[in-house]
């Protein structure tokens, strides 16, 4: 793990700029550094030492004849098997180091050498025999690359704030991307913050020649894998266990991470270190996931988050780079720190619920599929929604898996979605936005709508789905959040609150090869009547006696209780002034002051989107002001 940097210039290679580009990125690789000068080209690397931790892992890397040069930031799971490969092809090599390979796979394979890879990276290659700049990201995009294309001129780096060293990157704003970021709570690739930097797409690579730009996708889930899951999975964790350096597990209470835990254990063997988010009251996962430590005899830390935790927020938005409405960055930032003192490799169970449709959002779609013939007629629809408008908040609740509780916003928001609900790309747009369509015209100032102009949430929805019509509509649903939840929120939050403490995570669930084969799965194995996950869940009755076996679903969440409610109100509060939301001129104050009063009276949807226009105004702070 890594952070890399590069400038394609053809006046000249400014040295400086590169040196301070690559510096802002000690925090992801604190243990060396390395550079490369041409004449057109120059590329940086900051080390997180993990494979092969000798000087012979130091890079820019270079091929035989120094013709072809490497910079990468990530693992490269199944180098062993590939460098035999090429090894056997008569390929020299310098280290031990895993990102080598690379380079020979590119002698061989040129920009198809992707297809022999995997792993979670991204790498630059500067081929000049060809004159020619390959950048590739990974197939579910685990490590960030932003860019700047100006006039002939290339700039990438790791990290957005790198990029800000230069004279000709404005900070021009992207209202679409604001826009985007109010519904989803994220920003979605390509876009960014600034409407001049751009971030490159999971599963996709920039081809840089002649001062142009071409991309292209490289990769996409395939139908039909019928390998044997539990054989993949155990695999993807042996993979996952190739290290150097000393390496744990992130354990939670609940399954995903357990199933991960328990196949680690055979593969090992040596005392493991597992690592426990603690909050009080009954949301705490500690004890559960204590007894599973114990078991496996791995050892336990708690890892408490207090209400004090939240003066880490504006270190949190720094290296966040980009807002981010999910709070779940302030236990995850913590949980790295600690797990830093240990060690530099976790393992964690992250993309399991993502792949086996465990989210709420993805039952009510498939509840709403299984009935569509029925819900599809208008009148139907107009009934249930209002129904659902006089249904007792107590009632709904009982299938609410959150600690806080709906109330009437959320039941207008269920109710709105139901009248739509005849249209997939409505719907889902409904039920997964913070702030939907409805709400933003309330809450955007005209002269900020002004400079919104892109395709509607529904519309991308749509055209999506259309792209895996060979896949079951349960997958479907989870290519969705492949495509947008998974790079852009879950594994965003991972790297950029991991790497500020140079901790490298794995996540086995999202092998590829686990991915595809989870993807073609017979719905039965994924959620039946009983119970969800169903195919996980097996694995951990296999590897688990029943008494140390989760109890019940819990979902990873700040609770807003007791001192916890009484400082996040303050946080938010001391964000979400009248004075600052005006002197910003892009909401209406009368429209955040409800929300306020809504979020009082335990509204979670009202919380969330207070909580997504606060880590907004803290970036303005953090990067802008």
Same mark, same amino acid.
């Given at each position: 793990? /890594?952070?890399?940097?590069?400038?394609?210039?053809?006046?000249h290679?400014?040295?400086?700029?590169?040196?301070?580009?690559?510096?802002?990125?000690?925090?992801? $690789?604190?243990?060396?550094? $390395?550079?490369?000068?041409?004449?057109?080209?120059?590329?940086? @690397?900051?080390?997180?030492?993990?494979?092969?931790?000798?000087?012979?892992?130091?890079?820019?890397?270079?091929?035989?004849?120094?013709?072809?040069?490497?910079? /990468?930031?990530?693992?490269?799971y199944?180098?062993?098997?590939?460098?035999?490969?090429?090894?056997?092809?008569?390929?020299?090599?310098?280290?031990?180091?895993?990102?080598?390979?690379?380079?020979?796979?590119?002698?061989?394979?040129?920009?198809?050498?992707?297809?022999?890879?995997?792993?979670?990276?991204?790498?630059?290659?500067?081929?000049?025999?060809?004159?020619?700049?390959?950048?590739?990201?990974?197939? +579910?995009?685990?490590?960030?690359?932003?860019y700047?294309?100006?006039?002939?001129r290339?700039?990438?780096?790791?990290?957005?704030?790198?990029?800000?060293?230069?004279?000709?990157?404005?900070?021009?704003?992207?209202y679409?991307?604001?826009?985007?970021?109010?519904?989803?709570?994220?920003?979605?690739?390509?876009l960014?913050?600034?409407?001049?930097?751009?971030?490159?797409?999971?599963?996709?690579?920039?081809?840089?020649?002649?001062?142009?730009?071409a991309?292209?996708?490289?990769?996409?889930?395939?139908? $039909?894998?019928?390998?044997?899951?539990?054989?993949?999975?155990?695999?993807?964790v042996?993979?996952?266990?190739?290290?150097?350096?000393?390496?744990?597990?992130?354990?939670s209470?609940?399954?995903d991470?357990?199933?991960?835990?328990?196949?680690?254990?055979?593969?090992?063997?040596?005392?493991?270190?597992?690592?426990?988010?603690s909050?009080?009251?009954?949301?705490?996962?500690?004890?559960?996931?204590?007894? #599973?430590?114990?078991?496996?005899?791995?050892?336990?830390?708690?890892?408490?988050?207090?209400?004090?935790d939240?003066?880490?927020?504006?270190?949190?938005?720094?290296?966040?780079?980009?807002?981010?409405?999910?709070?779940?960055?302030?236990p995850?930032?913590?949980?790295?720190?600690?797990?830093?003192?240990?060690?530099?490799?976790?393992?964690t169970?992250?993309?399991?619920?993502?792949?086996?449709?465990?989210?709420?959002?993805?039952?009510? #779609?498939?509840?709403?599929?299984?009935?569509?013939?029925?819900?599809?007629?208008? =009148?139907?629809?107009?009934?249930?929604?209002?129904?659902?408008?006089?249904?007792?908040?107590?009632?709904?609740?009982?299938?609410?898996?959150?600690?806080?509780?709906? $109330?009437q916003?959320?039941?207008?928001?269920?109710?709105?979605?139901?009248?739509? /609900?005849?249209?997939?790309?409505?719907?889902?747009?409904?039920?997964?936005?913070c702030?939907?369509?409805?709400?933003?015209?309330?809450?955007?100032?005209?002269?900020?709508?002004?400079?919104?102009?892109?395709?509607?949430?529904?519309?991308?929805?749509? =055209?999506?789905?259309?792209? @895996?019509?060979?896949?079951?509509?349960?997958?479907?649903?989870?290519?969705?959040?492949?495509?947008?939840?998974?790079?852009?929120?879950?594994?965003?939050?991972?790297?950029?609150?991991? #790497?500020?403490?140079?901790?490298?995570?794995?996540?086995?669930?999202?092998? +590829?090869?686990?991915?595809?084969?989870?993807?073609?799965?017979?719905?039965?194995?994924?959620?039946?009547?009983? =119970?969800?996950?169903?195919?996980?869940?097996?694995?951990?009755? =296999?590897?688990?006696?029943?008494?140390?076996?989760?109890?019940?679903?819990?979902?990873?969440?700040?609770?807003?209780?007791?001192?916890?409610?009484?400082r996040?109100?303050?946080?938010?509060?001391?964000?979400?002034? /009248?004075?600052?939301?005006?002197?910003?001129?892009?909401?209406?104050?009368?429209?955040i002051?409800?929300?306020?009063?809504?979020?009082?009276?335990?509204?979670?949807?009202?919380?969330?989107?207070?909580?997504?226009?606060?880590?907004l105004?803290?970036?303005?702070?953090?990067?802008?002001?």
């Amino acid at each position: 793990m /890594c952070g890399i940097t590069g400038i394609f210039s053809a006046d000249h290679s400014d040295h400086d700029l590169l040196e301070a580009m690559t510096e802002r990125l000690k925090h992801r $690789g604190p243990d060396d550094r $390395g550079f490369f000068y041409d004449k057109k080209i120059s590329l940086g @690397h900051r080390r997180l030492a993990v494979i092969d931790t000798t000087s012979a892992g130091r890079q820019p890397m270079t091929n035989e004849d120094d013709s072809i040069y490497l910079v /990468c930031n990530g693992e490269i799971y199944n180098y062993r098997e590939k460098t035999s490969q090429m090894k056997a092809r008569g390929h020299r090599f310098k280290s031990e180091s895993d990102c080598e390979v690379l380079l020979h796979l590119y002698e061989e394979y040129g920009e198809n050498l992707l297809d022999e890879v995997n792993g979670m990276f991204a790498f630059a290659i500067w081929d000049s025999r060809r004159n020619r700049m390959l950048i590739a990201v990974d197939r +579910f995009g685990k490590k960030p690359l932003y860019y700047a294309i100006d006039n002939g001129r290339l700039i990438f780096a790791s990290e957005l704030k790198s990029l800000l060293f230069f004279n000709w990157i404005n900070k021009d704003l992207d209202y679409a991307a604001i826009d985007r970021y109010l519904s989803l709570r994220y920003i979605p690739a390509p876009l960014t913050i600034f409407k001049q930097v751009k971030k490159l797409q999971q599963a996709t690579m920039l081809i840089w020649q002649d001062g142009a730009a071409a991309i292209r996708r490289y990769w996409a889930p395939k139908a $039909g894998n019928s390998a044997n899951f539990n054989q993949l999975l155990t695999d993807a964790v042996r993979l996952r266990l190739q290290s150097d350096v000393p390496l744990g597990i992130y354990l939670s209470a609940g399954i995903d991470s357990a199933a991960i835990a328990g196949l680690m254990r055979p593969l090992i063997e040596d005392k493991k270190e597992s690592y426990t988010v603690s909050f009080p009251y009954k949301y705490d996962e500690y004890p559960r996931a204590e007894r #599973m430590a114990r078991y496996l005899d791995f050892g336990s830390n708690r890892i408490s988050v207090t209400e004090n935790d939240f003066n880490l927020m504006p270190q949190i938005m720094y290296h966040l780079d980009e807002p981010f409405g999910d709070l779940l960055c302030l236990p995850s930032f913590i949980l790295a720190k600690r797990a830093k003192e240990k060690l530099t490799v976790v393992l964690t169970g992250d993309g399991a619920d993502e792949i086996f449709n465990g989210y709420l959002h993805q039952r009510l #779609m498939l509840i709403r599929n299984k009935y569509r013939n029925i819900l599809e007629k208008r =009148r139907v629809n107009t009934i249930l929604s209002s129904l659902f408008k006089i249904m007792p908040l107590s009632l709904l609740n009982m299938f609410f898996e959150y600690p806080d509780r709906l $109330g009437q916003r959320e039941r207008i928001k269920l109710s709105q979605g139901l009248l739509v /609900c005849a249209d997939f790309s409505s719907f889902y747009e409904s039920i997964t936005s913070c702030f939907t369509e409805d709400d933003k015209k309330r809450l955007y100032l005209q002269d900020f709508t002004k400079g919104i102009n892109h395709e509607s949430l529904a519309d991308e929805y749509k =055209r999506e789905i259309k792209k @895996h019509s060979s896949f079951s509509f349960s997958s479907r649903l989870s290519l969705l959040d492949l495509k947008y939840w998974i790079p852009f929120s879950l594994i965003y939050r991972l790297d950029k609150m991991n #790497m500020a403490s140079a901790v490298e995570t794995r996540s086995p669930f999202l092998d +590829f090869r686990v991915v595809e084969n989870a993807l073609n799965l017979p719905d039965e194995l994924k959620m039946n009547r009983r =119970r969800d996950k169903e195919i996980i869940r097996r694995l951990v009755e =296999r590897l688990y006696p029943a008494a140390y076996r989760e109890k019940g679903k819990q979902a990873f969440y700040i609770p807003m209780v007791s001192s916890y409610e009484n400082r996040y109100r303050q946080w938010v509060s001391e964000l979400l002034t /009248c004075e600052t939301v005006k002197r910003r001129g892009f909401f209406q104050w009368s429209y955040i002051e409800d929300l306020f009063t809504l979020s009082k009276n335990k509204s979670m949807l009202a919380t969330r989107q207070l909580t997504s226009l606060a880590m907004l105004e803290l970036w303005f702070k953090v990067f802008y002001d």
